[in-house]
């Protein structure tokens, strides 16, 4: 693994395609890998999977679709309860083990990755909750957040931030890393992706 910190992940929502280039370039990122499951936007046209392609290739930065490995989605019944997708069972998953591995193999290639997809705050998207989440304990990767402002928070920092916002705060009682576990586990249910079937029940 390379000695700098080289997975980052962004969200381009609202964020035009010169903003979002400028800022990949100031953190010297050369690959995409593109995390959404349905790689395309209602609203920003821009971010369409074969537009993004295009103006990425014409800045010499590589893009990759990892979203079918590595999507808030499953087309895996076992992955979901009560129509919402439980990320602690789509991380044992074969699929998204390959789909990490993949990253793996760009960042011992030298690559500078970031994970795209189209959330503002990492605190409510999957690239954080399922992806950087993982890695950070599995294989004690960092992942870096580029927010909507181009300013940088590590997964460990988001990881308190998350838990503050929660309430679930460490004491006597409670260990850092226990508290970490329950509000992550909070903000999953809360955010992770529900079929729309479920969400009208």
């Not at 369409?48 to 893009?63: D, P, T």
């Not at 079918?68 to 699929?95: M, N, T």
């Amino acid at each position: 693994m390379p000695g700098e910190q080289a997975l980052f992940s962004i969200g381009y929502a609202t964020k035009s395609v010169d903003d979002f280039i400028a800022q990949l370039q100031s953190y010297r990122i050369n690959a995409i890998a593109d995390v959404r499951s349905v790689p395309y936007s209602k609203v920003f046209h821009d971010y369409h999977r074969e537009a993004l392609q295009a103006v990425l290739r014409s800045h010499s930065i590589h893009y990759i679709y990892l979203g079918e490995e590595l999507g808030p989605r499953s087309p895996d019944e076992q992955h979901y309860c009560q129509g919402q997708v439980q990320f602690e069972r789509l991380q044992q998953s074969k699929r998204f083990k390959v789909g990490i591995q993949r990253l793996l193999t760009g960042l011992e290639k030298g690559y500078r990755i970031a994970l795209l997809c189209a959330e503002k705050d990492p605190a409510v998207c999957h690239r954080s909750l399922l992806i950087a989440h993982y890695l950070k304990r599995q294989h004690a990767i960092d992942t870096t957040h580029i927010h909507h402002s181009g300013e940088a928070e590590q997964e460990i920092e988001l990881e308190k931030r998350i838990s503050e916002e929660n309430g679930i705060i460490p004491d006597m009682l409670s260990s850092e890393a226990d508290c970490l576990d329950q509000a992550w586990r909070a903000q999953s249910r809360r955010y992770a992706y529900r079929r729309p079937e479920a969400k009208d029940k």
